[in-house]
Every structure is written in C-alpha cells, then in structure tokens.
C-alpha cells in the first residue's frame, strides 16, 4: 500500500494536484482511492491496512447504495415473519425518509457527520424527533443487514448510537417522568365523572378498560372465551394489529390473566346478551362480528364520553356565539392504561391496598420491571417521609 501525490494540469490549463492511496483488496483487486490533504489519505491508508489484513475491508466500488442494500433488507424481513405492523413501519421508514436523503449514497461512504447531517435534514423537512429516532433504528437495522452479507464493513449508525447512549436514556427517563396526573393521566375525578357518563355499546369496553389495564389492541382481540365470569377473571391471549390481524401479545409477558372488579363483569354480563356475534367470537366486535377499528372506538365511544363528562380543554376554533369549542382532554384509549397504573399504585387513597411494583408489571403486561419503574416510579408513595423518619429515629434512639 501506497500514498502518493499526484499532480495534473486541466484542458483549461489549471494545475491539480491530489494524494492517492495505491492498494490491492481482500479479492486482490487493484484500487485506487483520492483525498484532497494527505491527512486523510493517510488515515485511509492506515485503517485500510487492517482491515484488508483481517479480511474485512470493503472498497467503496465493490459497496452497494443504501437504496439497493434497503430492498436487501425489506427481504429479509419479509423472510422473518415479522408482523405485518413492523414490517410496514420498516417500508415506510425506507420509503419516506431514507431513501429520499440517502438513497443514493454508497454503505461505505457513510460517515458519522453524514448521519448528523442526515438527522437535520430530517428536522428542517418537518420530521419530529420521535420519528427521527425511529428512522434511524431502521437505518441501523438495515446497515446490519448488510454487514452479514457482506457489502459493508462499518455500521456508523450503530458507533452514533454507542455515543449518545447515556444521555439518549437519561433524556428518555426524563421525558417518561414527565407523565403527570390531570396532564396525561387522568385524576379520579374525571374518571368518576367518566365512568358516570358511560352508556350504550362503548360502555363496556371503556370500563375494561379503566379497570383492567388492557392495551387497546388487547381489547379488540379479547374473545368471550377468555373471560371467567365467576372467577372475574380476564386472560390476555391474543390481540389485534392495526391491520385488525389476530395475533400474540406484544411480548410474552403480555400474555397473562387480570383480575376484574364486579363493575366490569356486570356490564359485561348485560353486553354479552346484546353483543354481535361472529366467526371470532370477540367481546368488543363491530356490528358484523368482526374486529372493531381503533378510530371508531376513540371517536364514536371515548372521546364523546369525555365530553360528557366534561373532560375537556378548549380549542383556539370557536363556534357560532365566538365561545372556544372544547376537546377531550385526553386524546386516545392509552391514557386510560396510565390511569390503571396509577390506580394500582395509590390505591391506598380509595381504601383498598397498594399493589407492589412487581405486581403492577404484571398486571400491565410489561416485559421488565424495568420498563413499569422507569415509566411509573415517580408515582409510588414514597416511604422516607417525615413522619416515617421520626418514627424510625424514635426507634433507633430510645
């Protein structure tokens, strides 16, 4: 391996000159790769050397676009058997931000200022930065795939993401301790004043909802013969996509049985009578007895609920009197699971007793401890209080 400067003239008579590192690959093939200052060809030269020793070296000629080894990797997916919701989030992740920015830039060319740069980009065309961090999984994910087959050697988006560990989970535990009652969760007030509203069809769903914790999708795939009205019980079993596909949990921690309060089993004895029935055998089917669109259970159900209730916000339009109109407070069925949580960790305020954290991770269905302490933790009733702290000095000192 070699550097050498190398000096021209143009047709238009201007002198050029450049530094050319001279190198034969793992495939014994002659390359030849340019830089503008020596210190940089030099650098080449250096972790060239190394790779093309152990074999890994990729040259930039022989490395595919990011476009082409993206079509590689929706293959790989396909040929995974992933759920139809992640490998269209992958689709569409490749698709609409990707492949526009980056489509035509080769693996091997991708540096860590290309990411950075590729991350404002994303910014300035209106991305939001949950859907930048999602993209750049992706990114990674797709980089990975091609590292196994060969046509290339780094995954830069992974050496990004090793940096900015740390502090990614310290702002992520940041914005999760963000979740407050009456902002995102709803106070037992409103959820008194909801469950008072409650009536018709949406009625049973919602109560399950406010009183078992189940995922949204889990309810729209609840069958009949996963609840034990005697036992007032309810077995989380399956669930169903977006696509309104039945399917397993999320997890399989999310496979599990919740206990149901008598509120919930009555209301589901009197629906049980009135429910539609269908070849699936669902608890909250839509009126033909197949699943039930998320939307149409927010819309037509929670959301006019809410209003009822007077869980409410105003809005900047403003109705024929100049008056503001007002909107749910709490836009979708997931902040009724934050309720339950909450609900189970200060049950003690409604006379009844509070659930240790490893019990409520059960009862969400959450894959670690973890995730139900970093989510919920600021909301257990803390024991080092004054009174406790002048219990236990009276204890130790006499």
């Known amino acids: 391996m070699s550097v050498r400067k190398r000096a021209w003239t143009t047709p238009k008579g201007e002198a050029k000159t450049a530094w050319v590192v001279d190198y034969t690959d793992t495939t014994g093939k002659r390359r030849l790769k340019t830089f503008q200052r020596k210190k940089e060809a030099d650098q080449f030269a250096a972790t060239t050397t190394v ?8 040259a930039a000629g022989a ?11 929706l293959l790989s997916v396909d040929a995974a058997g992933l ?8 689709e569409s992740h490749l698709r609409l931000h990707i492949v526009p920015f980056l489509g035509d830039t080769k ?26 961090k999602k993209v750049l999984v992706s990114l990674g994910t797709l980089i990975a795939d091609a590292q196994e087959r060969g046509l290339v050697n780094r995954n830069v988006i992974r050496d990004v993401r090793g940096r900015r560990r740390g502090t990614d989970r310290r702002q992520e535990k940041r914005q999760r301790g963000k979740l407050k009652v009456g902002v995102d969760i709803p106070t037992r007030d409103e959820i008194r004043a909801l469950v008072n509203s409650l009536e018709g069809r949406w009625r049973p769903i919602i109560l399950t909802a406010v009183f078992t914790g189940l995922r949204a999708s889990e309810l729209r795939g609840l069958r009949w013969s996963d609840v034990n009205m005697d036992r007032r019980e309810i077995r989380v079993h399956q669930r169903a996509d977006r696509y309104n596909e039945i399917g397993a949990p999320k997890s399989a921690s999310g496979e599990r049985t919740v206990p ?12 049980k009578l009135a429910c539609p029935k269908g070849d699936l055998g669902l608890v909250f089917p839509n009126g033909s007895g197949k ?15 809410m209003i009822a209730a007077g869980i409410t916000v105003p809005t900047t339009k403003l109705d024929e009197e100049g008056n503001p109109i007002l909107a749910p407070k709490y836009k979708g069925m997931h902040s ?3 309720w339950f949580a909450s609900w189970c960790i200060n049950r003690k305020e409604d006379g009844g007793l509070a659930l240790p954290p490893k019990t409520v991770q059960d009862r969400m269905g959450h894959s670690t401890i973890a995730l139900t302490m970093d989510r919920y933790s600021h909301l257990f009733p803390k024991a080092d209080d004054a009174d406790e702290m002048a219990a236990a000095e009276a204890s130790l000192l006499g």
């Open 63 to 73: 490395s595919a676009t990011i476009a082409a080894a993206g079509k590689l990797w």
């Open 291 to 305: 699943v039930e669109q998320l939307p149409n259970i927010v819309r037509r159900g929670l959301q006019p609920a």
């Open 260 to 271: 149901a309060p008598p509120i919930v089993v009555n209301a589901l004895r009197e629906w």
């Open 336 to 338: 009724l699971r934050h």
């Open 107 to 132: 693996l091997s060319s991708l540096t860590i200022p290309n990411v950075r740069a590729f991350e404002d980009q994303l910014r300035e065309a209106g991305r939001s930065q949950a859907m930048i």
């Open 51 to 58: 790779e093309v020793i152990d074999g890994t070296h990729i």
């Open 83 to 90: 759920e139809r919701t992640s490998a269209a989030s992958y």
